[in-house]
């Protein structure tokens, strides 16, 4: 299947990918919960439903004892009520061991629910930066993020309500409903069965209608978080076209959607909880009924009518708690769904099975050999995007590719960064196709320098030493120096350790581009992707990149992707591409001999030149 074709039916396939059921939520998370391989966390779960059960049997023996005292107390013919000491001790001991038991469990489970919670964030996390490129630019940022925070909370969420709250108010309801048959009959077990299982089924039909208005809350508020960020990302633009206003419309319409989702969600709560609170009701009425003519009659204790309705009102507290419970429980594993989707999702570029690992940096290996053989590639099926480009970048060489917006030079530093496969055709990297290398080992050996360059929100410092971590402050100054950039910083109050703002935005083009740069110098790449590092820039800082740009370049095998052709005169080849294909190559001189396409271009931007 070609590989246009196979990028079509995976994006189907993702797009109409069923959702994912509540229990296949649930198996998704049991590895976590029960890791084959690590057995001190096993044998810690295990300890922890030991003593679930242990609490939840003092629990159903606490009211049995109060019944035991209240029938010690009454009097009997012919004497008066006798304090029942034991009994009440062993009552209040019974109490004690039911809460003791009760923290225990929760202080042996709080360290594994929370490291649990910690590696499917760091998985979730990794996973992201293994998916590929494509996948990032058809998501939002702010909502992936916020789908992992939302993820990594709920399986926090999950583990506490679902092992705290609902095993054990199910296992206590077995129980009580077990113990009533044993001491009463069969009709008191009966009216508690069915209370339970009414209150069980209305809460789990009810909360799955429920689930929906869920969703599309969350969708929403996603939405809005991403317009919100995606506005103050581009606070400059925002300015520069005076649309304040416009942006605070957009958030407000996500904004009163979501306040009509989020109050349609908690008028469904209102009504789901009064639902319960009343099965729970006409249960503990039926009850009393039955157990008040049995004391008429003779054949109940007040002890035991205490204790049957002790029960039931025991059944009462947490079953009611269970509702909210269960909604809390029904919406997180909306947000692990979630979660687990995004995990779900195929990284496209992988590393083929046993991958060749090149050397990096240049002080490891000489320069790089780059060939590109017919290559064919297209980002959809219906619009091909490079055509059978095939040149060669020999060792240390420096190759510029010049040509008209869409003509396919940004697509070649993806492909050859391999941020996607190529369609057809075959890019080597000294004699190895890359798909048969190492992605590290290959990104390690490229080193970029984009128009656009960002930085994180961080110091200068830390931005330049992004580019070989655990670099030393005196090769980070080098590269400053390198980079024409280092007597800017130390001017600067706060020297290498001063903060540059999201995305840079304290810095001037000119400053960003220089850090670009030193981060670069630092990495000590092999190949060298120059993709319009300048273009943005004016005159005169340009030179001065352009120097800087030149020292790096030294001994490296480069490759320019320009907008201004004066940058490129001294390349070694100079390719001019149209329409996905290499319409002139050569060198400066003999391409202005020529008289083609390459001649008019330099033409036209000399004009431009001159009647600035």
Same mark, same amino acid.
């Not at 890791?35 to 966390?41: F, I, Q, Y």
């Not at 810095?507 to 110098?521: C, D, F, H, N």
């Given at each position: ?12 396939? !993702? ?13 998704? /998370? ?9 057995? =001190? ?19 159903? %023996?606490? *009211? ?19 304090? *029942? ?74 583990? !506490?309500?679902?092992?705290? &709250? ?75 076209? &005076? ?16 306040? =009509? ?69 029904? &919406? ?13 999702? +195929? ?68 492909? /050859? ?19 048969? %290398? ?34 030393? +402050? ?9 980079? %024409? ?39 000590? *790449?092999?190949?060298?992707? /120059? ?57 400066? !001189? ?23």
């Amino acid at each position: 299947m070609p590989h246009g074709m196979r990028m079509a039916v995976t994006d189907k396939a !993702r797009h109409d990918r069923p959702e994912r059921s509540a229990a296949a939520t649930l198996r998704g /998370l049991l590895p976590y919960l029960w890791p084959s391989h690590d057995p =001190r966390t096993r044998l810690r779960v295990g300890a922890v439903c030991l003593l679930l059960i242990l609490a939840k049997i003092a629990t159903i %023996c606490v *009211p049995y004892a109060y019944s035991r005292v209240i029938d010690a107390l009454q009097p009997t013919a012919g004497r008066g009520a006798m304090m *029942p000491l034991m009994l009440i001790v062993g009552y209040g001991l019974l109490r004690m061991a039911a809460a003791a038991l009760g923290e225990l469990r929760d202080a042996l489970f709080a360290p594994l629910r929370y490291r649990i919670s910690r590696i499917a964030a760091m998985r979730s996390f990794t996973h992201m930066h293994q998916l590929s490129l494509r996948f990032h630019l058809n998501r939002q940022s702010g909502s992936v993020t916020q789908a992992i925070a939302r993820g990594t909370d709920a399986i926090e969420t999950v583990l !506490r309500v679902g092992v705290f &709250n609902v095993v054990p108010t199910m296992i206590e309801a077995l129980m009580v409903i077990a113990v009533i048959w044993r001491l009463f009959d069969w009709r008191y077990a009966i009216v508690m069965l069915l209370a339970v299982a009414a209150y069980v089924a209305f809460t789990i039909g009810f909360t799955s209608w429920r689930i929906g208005l869920r969703r599309r809350m969350n969708d929403i508020n996603s939405e809005a978080s991403w317009k919100a960020l995606d506005s103050l990302l581009n606070y400059e633009t925002v300015k520069y076209f &005076n649309n304040e206003e416009h942006e605070r419309q957009r958030y407000e319409d996500a904004q009163r959607r979501y306040e =009509r989702a989020a109050v349609r969600t908690q008028i469904s709560l209102n009504g789901l909880n009064f639902g319960q609170a009343a099965i729970i009701a006409l249960a503990l009425i039926a009850v009393m009924l039955m157990a008040g003519r049995d004391v008429e009659a003779g054949r109940m204790t007040m002890g035991h009518f205490v204790l049957v309705n002790t029960y039931l009102m025991q059944l009462y507290l947490p079953l009611n708690f269970l509702g909210s419970v269960y909604s809390s429980l029904r &919406n997180s594993l909306v947000d692990l769904e979630h979660m687990f989707a995004l995990m779900d999702e +195929q990284a496209d570029i992988t590393d083929s099975p046993g991958a060749v690992s090149i050397p990096a940096r240049l002080d490891e290996a000489p320069a790089a050999d780059i060939r590109f053989e017919n290559v064919h590639f297209s980002y959809h099926p219906d619009r091909e995007i490079l055509r059978g480009v095939s040149f060669h970048v020999p060792t240390g060489h420096r190759v510029a590719i010049v040509g008209p917006t869409g003509a396919g030079k940004s697509t070649i530093s993806r492909l /050859l960064f391999r941020f996607y496969d190529v369609t057809s055709g075959r890019i080597l990297i000294d004699g190895h196709d890359i798909r048969d %290398c190492a992605q590290a080992a290959l990104r390690g050996a490229v080193g970029v320098v984009p128009q656009d360059t960002i930085l994180f929100n961080d110091t200068i410092g830390y931005n330049i030493a992004y580019g070989r971590l655990g670099a030393t +402050q005196a090769e980070i100054e080098q590269a400053a120096r390198l980079a %024409c950039i280092h007597d800017f910083i130390i001017s600067l109050p706060e020297g290498y350790a001063t903060r540059v703002g999201e995305r840079g935005l304290k810095l001037s083009g000119g400053e960003k581009q220089r850090v670009a740069i030193a981060r670069t110098i630092l990495k000590n *790449p092999r190949v060298l992707l /120059l993709d319009e590092a300048t273009s943005a820039l004016d005159t005169r800082t340009e030179q001065e990149i352009q120097a800087a740009l030149h020292t790096v370049a030294a001994n490296r095998t480069t490759i320019i992707i320009a907008h201004r052709l004066s940058t490129i005169v001294d390349a070694d080849e100079i390719l001019v591409m149209g329409q996905g294909r290499i319409l002139e190559r050569g060198p400066h !001189r003999a391409l202005l001999e020529r008289g083609g396409h390459y001649a008019r271009m330099w033409a036209a931007q000399a004009e431009e030149d001159a009647a600035v």
